[in-house]
């Protein structure tokens, strides 16, 4: 069974840092591609960052370019997302999501999620 | 970007009705559309891929439809496990992926 188990969220000031962790099993890691999606409270979801299989490829959305760094260790099968000069609109449910295959663009599993809250 | 515009945005419904959801696209996606539920506190469930492609373990009164910029996703005889709400996201420009903005499926 897939399992994606994210952590790290928590409360941070305005101008903070944290680094996200997820955590890959049931399926063997290091040819899929991964992402994170986020959702405001109350809100939608957001796409935020891909990497591709052996890390060599980054993407990012406009919103949180030059701030935060996708990357992955395969050997430990974890996927993490480091966040810095977090803002209040950063605030989110952040999802660790597997893509089936490279670019199909969609999301067939994802992690229960962490909450990440940047409030002073 | 991409614009995914879905209606309604809410939708009161009853045991065993037919529901059809609606996702436009501010451009054409070919077929790069998908589906998902997401029932509260929880994370979001694919339902759909490739516009009409269901998921494996998803039940057959889901079902998609469209291509270009007009999709529909269908519920063919409401269950009370399908109460979410479902958001539509196009996967054409890649990567920058967009969801709509959300359906909420309610109880009549």
């Known amino acids: 069974e897939v399992q994606l188990v994210e952590s790290g969220g928590g409360s941070v000031q305005p101008g903070g840092s944290l680094r996200l962790s997820c955590a890959a099993s049931?399926?063997?890691?290091?040819?899929?591609?991964m992402h994170w999606v986020r959702q405001a409270p109350g809100k939608g979801l957001v796409w935020v960052s891909r990497i591709e299989g052996d890390g060599s490829s980054t993407s990012y959305a406009d919103s949180v370019k030059g701030r935060f760094t996708i990357s992955r260790d395969n050997a430990e099968n974890t996927l993490y997302l480091e966040m810095n000069s977090l803002r209040a609109e950063d605030t989110a449910v952040y999802y660790c999501t597997r893509d089936p295959s490279a670019r199909s663009g969609y999301f067939d599993s994802w992690g229960q999620g962490t909450l990440v809250t940047v409030s002073s | 970007d991409i614009q995914m515009t879905q209606s309604p945005s809410s939708l009161s419904a009853s045991l065993g009705d037919r529901v059809t959801i609606t996702c436009r696209a501010s451009q054409s996606i070919s077929n790069y559309l998908n589906w998902y539920q997401q029932k509260p506190g929880k994370a979001p469930k694919l339902l759909i891929y490739?516009?009409?492609s269901l998921q494996s373990g998803v039940p057959s009164r889901f079902s998609g439809s469209g291509s270009g910029t007009d999709f529909t996703l269908t519920i063919s005889s409401l269950q009370p496990e399908d109460f979410a709400t479902y958001y539509c996201?196009?996967?054409?420009?890649?990567?920058?992926?967009?969801f709509g903005q959300g359906t909420k499926l309610e109880i009549k």
């Open positions: 996201q196009q996967s054409y420009s890649s990567p920058r992926y967009s």
């Open positions: 049931g399926f063997t890691f290091s040819p899929y591609w």
């Open positions: 490739a516009a009409s």
